[in-house]
């Protein structure tokens, strides 16, 4: 079974500009969390979604977006690119919601902002 | 406020003695914890989990111990092999699983031959 993929790997922008990251989860899982990973600062929470709904959302600025589609493949925005932004971001799938469901993580996408 | 703390960021052990991590976590409404195991350039991968219920869970070399009254966990390795040399994150989740996972900011393991 093939695990989560993210693309892409590495992602090199400017401030102020925006950018969009793919998740294609595990088949058959219907929940997808985002997390960002910063040296020293461990996994933030971003978002999750079941079956297209948000149903948890993180501490983060509005400029941090997501959705997921019908096939569960899921999309995170960001808009407004600002230095801080340069991180490691990962994306999880599990079969079930919440923290009983072990997340199955991606390589995650490097975005290194300018 | 950090709910989930793993206060070692690092931890160096020979080839085939015993590692413990630790972890502690401050929000009594944590009822399920997990560990996660992370390589260089690859995302963590799920390695044990424990629920509140429980005190000690074990997976083969691994095992979790939880001291709800400390509100602490650890998790032994014995023996421990060169190829568990990755950072580790202790991850907690509240609400019967319906809260998102909290992790600690993870303890890098290093074990010598």
């Known amino acids: 079974k093939a695990g989560v993929t993210q693309t892409p790997r590495y992602l090199i922008k400017t401030r102020g500009q925006q950018v969009t990251l793919s998740c294609s989860p595990i088949s058959g899982h219907r929940s997808v969390s985002w997390y960002q990973q910063t040296p020293g600062q461990g996994l933030q929470f971003l978002f999750e979604y079941f079956s297209e709904t948000q149903r948890n959302k993180g501490n983060f600025p509005g400029r941090f977006s997501g959705r997921q589609f019908s096939n569960s493949r899921s999309e995170m925005n960001v808009s407004t690119l600002e230095l801080g932004d340069s991180a490691l971001y990962l994306c999880?799938?599990?079969?079930?919601?919440?923290?009983?469901?072990?997340?199955?993580f991606g390589n995650g996408t490097r975005l290194t902002v300018t | 406020d950090q709910q989930v703390k793993q206060n070692s960021p690092s931890l160096s052990v020979q080839e085939g003695r015993i590692s413990i991590l630790n972890c502690d976590y401050t929000?009594?409404?944590?009822?399920?914890f997990l560990w996660y195991k992370k390589y260089p350039a690859e995302g963590p991968t799920f390695l044990i989990s424990?629920?509140?219920?429980?005190d000690k869970n074990e997976d083969g070399r691994f095992t979790v111990f939880l001291n709800k009254s400390a509100k602490h966990l650890s998790l032994h390795i014995v023996p421990s092999q060169p190829g568990d040399s990755a950072v580790y994150f202790c991850?907690?989740?509240?609400?019967?699983?319906?809260?998102?996972?909290?992790f600690g900011k993870g303890t890098r393991l290093s074990v010598i031959a």
């Open positions: 999880a799938s599990s079969l079930g919601f919440g923290g009983y469901s072990p997340l199955h």
């Open positions: 424990i629920s509140s219920i429980k």
């Open positions: 929000n009594s409404m944590f009822d399920y």
């Open positions: 991850a907690a989740s509240a609400d019967s699983g319906n809260t998102p996972l909290v």
